[in-house]
């Protein structure tokens, strides 16, 4: 699939690929870059994994919880999260 279409813009959790999710990906990102710049025959050995891929980088968040019972109750008491 990212040999094929090298420029998808897809994030990773959206290749078509069954069994792939993103925990067994994070953890073979250099096997993968490294399949990829040898099929390519590429010196880009330095190249960012996603750059490599053509996929998008998953959205940075922050968690925040409200510690304070009273404060928290204004927010229904749940775990805010952000995009940074």
């Known amino acids: 699939m990212v040999q094929a279409n090298p420029q998808s813009n897809l994030y990773p959790r959206q290749l078509p690929v069954a069994g792939l999710d993103s925990k067994w990906l994070e953890t073979r990102t250099a096997l993968i870059g490294g399949l990829l710049t040898a ?17 998008k980088r998953p959205p940075q968040l922050t968690r925040l919880m409200i510690l304070d019972e009273s404060l928290r109750a204004h927010t229904g008491g749940i775990r805010i999260y952000r995009h940074r």
């Open 39 to 55: 099929l390519r025959d590429s010196e880009a050995e330095q190249a960012d994994f996603h750059d490599l891929c053509g996929l």
